[in-house]
């Protein structure tokens, strides 16, 4: 007990408290390489990037719309420079825009069928999601000279929530609705577990 | 099957519970205490609260044999407590961590018991009777993240873990003086302590939320947060694994899972249900919910009356109160274990969730 009446006000302050201590210690989290615990994916170049698109283009210009998302979907860029990461976002949403609403369903059925078909899915709604992600952020701010994906209005069922002031509001309003509504039949197809994956896992599109 | 039985105990989030080997005892974390329930009848008293930790109260293990019950806290501490018959008698041990404890389990043998903590280790804990003293070692490399959850192989020695750091890992905390030599098994020959017999992870990466052997020990089975559930069968000391399988289901995640014989798991979480997975090292897969879903108003027998209608259709502008899930558990199941079992095949098994309830169910 004199211990503690020996103390003055100052040291019993909460001071202590805000001290960040995990700074001080060399293998705390805030100090080590959390990419190190994951195996290290592939990196896709440029190149191979321009040839799925050469292929996925061919594929949708012969009417198969399925093998051209399953083309897309099997070679996701996990590790690769921005440039490259845009180019292939800007590729599914091609694909995804060529596919009409009544085809959603059973083109996902299709992809999701056969050996890594759950795995195509979740690719898929990882780049729903990037592509949702970058769709908001652009308009934030719409003066910005560089839109990440441009999409063109498509007739999904979606009707929008009337005139919005700015053209480049109105795009990115109707590429979302492209992404939601894919997004919408995804989750039907796939389930809910589909969101947690895209939300868990460390390799991102 | 039989209807489960349901024990509704109070509108809190049950942690963790644990029964005694002839189930008269139930104990329940509940905030910073432990409370113990007694079998009355069809139901369960509340006995004994146990006061002694100053925080939540994040696991609970009774052995079976013993009967000492074993507590650990977000205040960093981890208390055994002792039956007498003047009633239980706490014991602080010495964790040496400084973060919180997360889970703490028995091993089989009773001598020893771990716990994991947030502190990115896990404090393996043995008697020392000279001091009259619960001491710890701790298992810290090559952990990178706060330790979720625990489980221990049949022969007391192998300790999995798993983190949120991706990986579920296979542990040796063979302590000399008290763990007799232990045979070879596909996980390790020579097991001096801090041994890591494996270290594996899913596709995608989720942290890990349960970890479980199965019966023979043979088999190592985990519970990721990306909806999935993977089984590790080992082919030899050093080796890579002889399978590795992963399910990917299209439900939420898995809190909790226990293996039921060698080719059935039985898994629960975040859909408020148990489920079914069947398989081998060949493969395995998603085979069915434990209960049939959808008896309404289960639990709660609900007025079905004119002027309740109308009461209803007043209130709320609905007649059909939709409030209720259609499980059993009305919020995540949070712990999974075994009740009734003999040589690894579960006949019964309870459940705790974080709307206060425990549930046994038969399989």
Same mark, same amino acid.
């Given at each position: ?11 019993l ?10 700074a ?7 100090n080590?390489?959390?990419s ?12 191979? =990037?321009?040839?799925?698109t050469?292929q ?6 012969g009417g198969?719309a ?5 083309g ?10 921005d440039? =490259? ?7 599914v =949403?091609?694909?995804l825009?060529?596919i009409?609403?009544?085809e959603?369903?059973p ?17 898929l709604?990882?780049y729903?999601?990037k592509?949702m992600?970058?769709a ?13 994906t ?12 009337g005139p ?9 309003g ?32 | 099957?039989a209807?489960?039985?349901?024990h509704?105990?109070?509108?809190n989030?049950?942690? #963790?519970h644990?029964? %005694?080997? /002839?189930?008269?005892?139930?104990a329940?974390?509940r ?6 329930y ?6 369960f008293?509340?006995?004994d609260?146990?006061?002694?930790h100053?925080?939540?109260?994040? %696991?609970? #293990?009774i052995a079976?044999?013993s ?10 501490n ?31 043998s009773?001598?020893k018991f771990?716990v994991?903590?947030? #502190?990115?280790l ?9 001091? #009259?003293?619960?001491?710890s070692k701790?298992?810290k490399?090559p952990?990178?993240?706060?330790v ?6 049949p $022969?007391?020695?192998l300790?999995? &873990?798993?983190?949120? /750091? ?15 030599r232990?045979d ?25 939320h349960?970890? &479980?052997f ?7 089975a ?14 030899a000391? /050093?080796?890579p ?10 439900l ?12 059935e798991?039985?898994a ?5 249900e148990?489920f ?6 060949d493969g395995w897969?998603?085979?069915? &919910?434990?209960?049939a ?6 639990? /709660? ?6 002027? $309740? ?16 899930l259609k ?7 949070t ?6 079992h ?7 098994? %309870? %459940?705790?969730?974080?709307?206060g309830?425990?549930?046994?169910w038969?399989?």
């Open positions: 007990m004199s211990i503690i009446r020996e103390h003055t006000q100052t040291t302050s909460d001071a202590w408290r805000t001290i960040d201590i995990d001080l210690d060399p293998d705390s989290a805030p080590f390489d959390t190190t615990l994951h195996p290290p994916q592939p990196e896709i170049t440029e190149a191979e =990037v321009r040839q799925l050469t996925v283009r061919q594929l949708l210009r198969d399925e093998g051209a998302l399953r897309c979907l099997d070679m996701p860029v996990y590790n690769g420079s440039g =490259v990461k845009e180019m292939a976002m800007g590729l =949403v091609e694909v825009q060529s009409k609403a009544s959603m369903v083109v996902l059925r299709g992809v999701g069928e056969g050996v890594g078909g759950g795995e195509r899915v979740d690719v709604m990882k729903l999601y592509g992600a970058a908001s952020s652009s308009s934030g701010a719409s003066s910005a000279p560089r839109t990440p441009r999409v063109t209005p498509q007739q999904t069922g979606f009707s929008q929530m919005r002031p700015g053209a480049s509001a109105e795009s990115t109707a590429a979302m609705s492209v992404l939601l509504s894919w997004h919408e039949k995804a989750v039907e197809v796939a389930g809910l577990g589909c969101i947690g994956r895209v939300m868990t896992d460390w390799r991102k599109v | 099957m209807a489960p039985e349901v509704h105990l109070f509108h989030p049950i942690a #963790d644990s029964f %005694s080997a /002839d189930h008269s005892t139930l329940i974390a905030d910073t205490t432990v409370e113990l007694g079998r009355a009848g069809s139901a008293k509340l006995q609260e146990l006061k002694g100053d925080k939540t109260v994040t %696991s609970i #293990d079976p044999n009967g000492r019950i074993v507590s650990c806290s977000q205040d960093r981890a208390l055994v407590w002792e039956p007498t018959p003047q009633g239980y008698k706490p014991t602080l041990v010495l964790l040496r961590i400084n973060r919180a404890a997360t889970f703490v389990r028995w091993s089989p009773e001598t771990a994991g903590s947030g #502190d990115r896990i404090a393996v804990c043995y008697f020392e009777p000279e001091n #009259d003293w619960w001491v701790h298992l490399k952990i990178r993240s706060t979720t959850t625990l489980a221990w192989h $022969n007391s020695v300790l999995a &873990a798993g983190s949120t /750091d991706a990986h579920a890992r296979v542990f040796s905390s063979f302590i000399k003086g008290v763990d007799p232990p070879p098994t596909a996980w390790g020959e020579r097991l001096p302590f801090n041994t890591v017999c494996g270290e594996y992870m899913n596709n995608s990466a989720g942290w890990v349960s970890v &479980a199965s019966p023979s020990g043979d088999a190592l985990f519970a990721a947060h990306d909806s999935s559930i993977t089984v590790v069968y080992p082919s000391p /050093d080796q694994p002889r399978a590795v399988v992963s399910v990917n289901t299209q939420l995640p898995f809190m909790s899972l226990i293996w039921n014989g060698e080719a798991i039985i629960a979480g975040y859909d408020c148990a079914r997975f069947r398989g081998s090292v897969e998603l085979s069915s &919910a434990v209960a879903k959808g008896r309404e108003g289960h639990g /709660d027998q609900r007025e079905e009356s004119a002027l $309740n209608m109308f009461k209803q259709m007043d209130l709320k502008g609905k007649v059909k109160d939709d409030t209720q499980t059993v558990h009305q919020n995540t199941v712990m999974i274990r075994p009740y009734e003999s040589n690894g095949v579960v006949r019964k098994f %309870s %459940s705790s969730g974080v709307d309830r425990i549930v046994i038969t399989v």
